[in-house]
């Protein structure tokens, strides 16, 4: 039995691509109407797992010109945007519950790093039904403090390692017994980082031939087959 899940989220547990492609949409319809982007633009820097700041920088006509004052303005109105028509959009996927339950029935940890903000992935998983799975401690975002986008290991190394030797012990992040769950190239390289097993999720965002270049330990086609995975 593993001693430690770490999840990544979007694309991973959530189906969260429709509501940050509209969000990006309507981000741009707000700020800068005359520029909205291409599905497949936006598309691509989701499958690399970008974050926002990047993100926009990228798509903005005139990406030299994108200032730290200009970065804070988008991603400001991104969020909220997110909050009132972005959530409704977020679906688990199928097999999520019975994954995190079967987790929780073993008294494995479970944690979630992601590109997204904290609060945003609790109302995600507030609004599925899949709130107190995860200990809020254990659920890193964007701007928690330490925390640096993957693969950087820092998330684990600086932010989950200090809570879970104080919560359980050293035992729990001995590398062998970590499982990390997710769909990018950054994902599958971030558990490189840290040591620990890493199980690609062939059916999120991430550039399939980069990923399968990177050669997983474990690929699975839905949550129900990362089940069987934790059991063996």
């Not at 679906?91 to 929780?104: I, M, R």
């Not at 925390?147 to 729990?172: I, M, T, W």
């Amino acid at each position: 039995m593993i001693s430690l899940a770490i999840f990544d989220f979007d694309g991973t547990l959530f189906d969260t691509h429709e509501s940050i492609s509209q969000t990006i949409k309507l981000t741009f319809e707000a700020l800068l109407p005359t520029q909205i982007p291409l599905e497949a633009e936006i598309y691509r820097l989701i499958a690399s797992g970008a974050g926002l700041a990047d993100t926009f920088k990228t798509l903005h006509p005139s990406p030299d010109e994108y200032t730290p004052t200009d970065e804070d303005e988008w991603i400001e109105k991104y969020r909220a945007l997110y909050s009132t028509h972005g959530q409704s959009l977020i679906k688990a996927f199928p097999g999520a519950k019975d994954l995190l339950t079967e987790l929780n029935s073993h008294k494995v940890p479970i944690a979630i790093v992601s590109n997204k903000g904290v609060a945003a992935v609790k109302t995600a998983l507030e609004r599925n039904n899949l709130a107190g799975y995860v200990p809020e401690d254990l659920i890193i975002g964007d701007k928690t403090p330490g925390a640096k986008r993957k693969p950087d290991p820092a998330s684990f190394v600086d932010v989950l390692a200090p809570v879970l030797r104080e919560r359980y012990g050293a035992g729990q992040l001995e590398p062998e017994k970590v499982l990390v769950v997710g769909d990018t190239v950054a994902d599958i390289q971030f558990a490189r980082n840290i040591g620990s097993k890493v199980c690609w999720c062939r059916y999120g965002y991430g550039d399939r031939e980069a990923c399968q270049e990177l050669g997983a330990d474990f690929v699975v086609d839905s949550l129900f087959e990362v089940v069987g995975i934790i059991k063996a």
